[in-house]
């Protein structure tokens, strides 16, 4: 199918950051095939298509979210500091069965949708189940499952099912789904498992996504343990490189950050997350001093409550400015950039999407400007106010349509391939149920790492 979106404000996230003021965009079945300004670009006269935006919306490639955890917990372990906090997070995954990882994976994956994330990475449980989810929804989903092998943290999963899934579903669903080598991090993994996951990526040809020093106390013990820091355990066992996304890193020295940067090892930045937990601001002017690619992720609803990557562009923008007294730091051409192209990197799909330009992957979001937190809109010359509002103004409500290689998920706001109300009844229904199993296991609650 041809088509063609007109009369839009276009966001290219390319190498020059090119805003359109009236463009066009072609799209041929799955590809994006020209872009640029109305007068630039006719549309074709076989195109089945013509989505006419008015001047009223604007066009940015699709969110991607490069740490998230499906769940059906929502609001209900909060006010914890972290080390206390995931002792009680374990119990979820004690009493996981696959029918709640399907649930929670077609919820959160609406919800994503629905706030113009095209494309997630997330570290989950049975994701098998989590890429029928996806796929049922028409979303770009990267499996890491959820895997750990030390004691008692032996009922996630192994690298024996991660390694299956890598056979049965790497590149399913027309190249939609992809899989990655999970771990959990440094107390819940081996040594030996650290060693499978490299013989993994090496084999298969695939990522590896992990957890890195989330949390001050977090570091201090592996200090205590393995006489080195996180990142120069992760190096001695291998998982540094271009292939691996590292989450979270909020206690990482200048040493350490040029040992991710030397590597090409990208991070995933969750600041709402590790706001709530407690945990502390990550140093992402140090980061990028460094030459670390540095991309967004939400983590989750358990720990975050939303999983909407414009608040997190906010969110992250305002805390940097905030703790570094800095008014000019992270602006909205930068958020928007580690919302986008940077998280294509982090997840190895620069060259397929990230960005609107021609031969890419037609992921995108339609914002309908045509609402009070996005009014009043100015130009200058080929500046505008739009870029700041839709950073700091946005929410995932303003998405108006979703498109992940050039078949519409989300029009008018509405999810086309799934019954909304159904997803959100089940979910609800299954998540009720999760919560008084969850409640069986609390005897099973361990002393938090740091003790």
């Given at each position: 199918?041809?088509?063609?979106?007109?009369?839009?404000?276009?966001?290219?996230?390319?190498?020059?950051?090119?805003?359109?003021?009236?463009?066009?965009?072609?799209?041929?079945?799955?590809?994006?095939?020209?872009?640029?300004?109305?007068?630039?670009?006719?549309?074709?006269?076989?195109?089945?298509?013509?989505?006419?935006?008015?001047?009223?919306?604007?066009?940015?490639?699709?969110?991607?979210?490069?740490?998230?955890?499906?769940?059906?917990?929502?609001?209900?372990?909060?006010?914890?500091?972290?080390?206390?906090?995931?002792?009680?997070?374990?119990?979820?995954?004690?009493?996981?069965?696959?029918?709640?990882?399907?649930?929670?994976?077609?919820?959160?994956?609406?919800?994503?949708?629905?706030?113009?994330?095209?494309?997630?990475?997330?570290?989950?449980?049975?994701?098998?189940?989590?890429?029928?989810?996806?796929?049922?929804?028409?979303?770009?989903?990267?499996?890491?499952?959820?895997?750990?092998?030390?004691?008692?943290?032996?009922?996630?999963?192994?690298?024996?099912?991660?390694?299956?899934?890598?056979?049965?579903?790497?590149?399913?669903?027309?190249?939609?789904?992809?899989?990655?080598?999970?771990?959990?991090?440094?107390?819940?993994?081996?040594?030996?498992?650290?060693?499978?996951?490299?013989?993994?990526?090496?084999?298969?040809?695939?990522?590896?996504?992990?957890?890195?020093?989330?949390?001050?106390?977090?570091?201090q013990t592996i200090h205590k343990r393995f006489g080195k820091?996180?990142?120069?355990?992760?190096?001695?066992?291998?998982?540094?490189?271009?292939?691996?996304?590292?989450?979270?890193?909020?206690?990482?020295?200048?040493?350490?950050?040029?040992?991710?940067?030397?590597?090409?090892?990208?991070?995933?930045?969750?600041?709402?997350?590790?706001?709530?937990?407690?945990?502390?601001?990550?140093?992402?002017?140090?980061?990028?001093?460094?030459?670390?690619?540095?991309?967004?992720?939400?983590?989750?609803?358990?720990?975050?409550?939303?999983?909407?990557?414009?608040?997190?562009?906010?969110?992250?923008?305002?805390?940097?400015?905030?703790?570094?007294?800095?008014?000019?730091?992270?602006?909205?051409?930068?958020?928007?950039?580690?919302?986008?192209?940077?998280?294509?990197?982090?997840?190895?799909?620069?060259?397929?999407?990230?960005?609107?330009?021609?031969?890419?992957?037609?992921?995108?979001?339609?914002?309908?400007?045509?609402?009070?937190?996005?009014?009043?809109?100015?130009?200058?010359?080929?500046?505008?106010?739009?870029?700041?509002?839709?950073?700091?103004?946005?929410?995932?409500?303003?998405?108006?349509?979703?498109?992940?290689?050039?078949?519409?998920?989300?029009?008018?706001?509405?999810?086309?391939?799934?019954?909304?109300?159904?997803?959100?009844?089940?979910?609800?229904?299954?998540?009720?149920?999760?919560?008084?199993?969850?409640?069986?296991?609390?005897?099973?609650?361990?002393?938090?790492?740091?003790?």
């Amino acid at each position: 199918m041809k088509r063609a979106i007109t009369n839009v404000t276009i966001f290219t996230v390319n190498e020059q950051d090119r805003i359109i003021k009236n463009g066009t965009v072609i799209i041929d079945g799955e590809k994006i095939t020209a872009v640029g300004s109305s007068e630039e670009v006719k549309i074709p006269e076989d195109t089945d298509e013509i989505i006419d935006c008015k001047g009223e919306m604007a066009l940015l490639p699709g969110l991607i979210d490069t740490h998230n955890h499906s769940s059906l917990m929502r609001g209900v372990v909060e006010n914890q500091r972290m080390v206390d906090w995931l002792p009680v997070y374990d119990l979820e995954h004690r009493a996981c069965m696959e029918e709640d990882a399907y649930h929670a994976a077609r919820l959160c994956y609406l919800e994503c949708l629905k706030n113009g994330t095209t494309t997630i990475m997330d570290m989950y449980r049975f994701m098998d189940r989590c890429a029928e989810a996806a796929g049922e929804l028409g979303i770009r989903l990267h499996c890491a499952p959820y895997a750990a092998d030390v004691l008692p943290y032996t009922f996630f999963d192994t690298t024996e099912t991660n390694e299956a899934l890598i056979k049965s579903h790497h590149m399913s669903y027309n190249g939609r789904i992809r899989v990655w080598m999970g771990l959990e991090d440094l107390f819940y993994c081996s040594e030996q498992m650290y060693k499978d996951a490299v013989r993994c990526q090496k084999e298969y040809g695939v990522g590896i996504h992990t957890h890195g020093c989330e949390q001050m106390e977090e570091e201090q013990t592996i200090h205590k343990r393995f006489g080195k820091s996180t990142i120069e355990v992760l190096e001695e066992r291998g998982i540094l490189g271009e292939h691996t996304l590292l989450a979270h890193c909020v206690w990482v020295g200048s040493e350490d950050m040029k040992r991710m940067a030397a590597t090409g090892t990208s991070l995933a930045h969750c600041p709402a997350s590790a706001a709530k937990l407690g945990c502390g601001v990550a140093r992402i002017p140090m980061m990028k001093e460094a030459g670390v690619n540095v991309s967004l992720g939400t983590d989750g609803p358990i720990d975050n409550n939303s999983m909407d990557l414009f608040r997190e562009m906010k969110i992250g923008s305002l805390l940097q400015k905030a703790t570094h007294c800095d008014a000019l730091m992270f602006g909205a051409k930068e958020m928007l950039r580690m919302a986008t192209i940077n998280g294509a990197k982090s997840l190895g799909m620069e060259k397929e999407i990230g960005s609107i330009e021609a031969g890419k992957s037609a992921d995108l979001i339609l914002v309908d400007c045509m609402s009070p937190n996005l009014q009043p809109v100015y130009w200058d010359g080929d500046d505008t106010n739009l870029l700041w509002n839709l950073v700091y103004s946005a929410n995932g409500s303003n998405v108006n349509t979703v498109m992940v290689q050039g078949n519409i998920l989300v029009k008018d706001g509405k999810a086309t391939k799934v019954d909304e109300r159904e997803v959100i009844k089940m979910a609800s229904k299954q998540g009720t149920d999760w919560m008084r199993r969850r409640e069986m296991h609390r005897k099973y609650i361990t002393k938090p790492i740091s003790e």
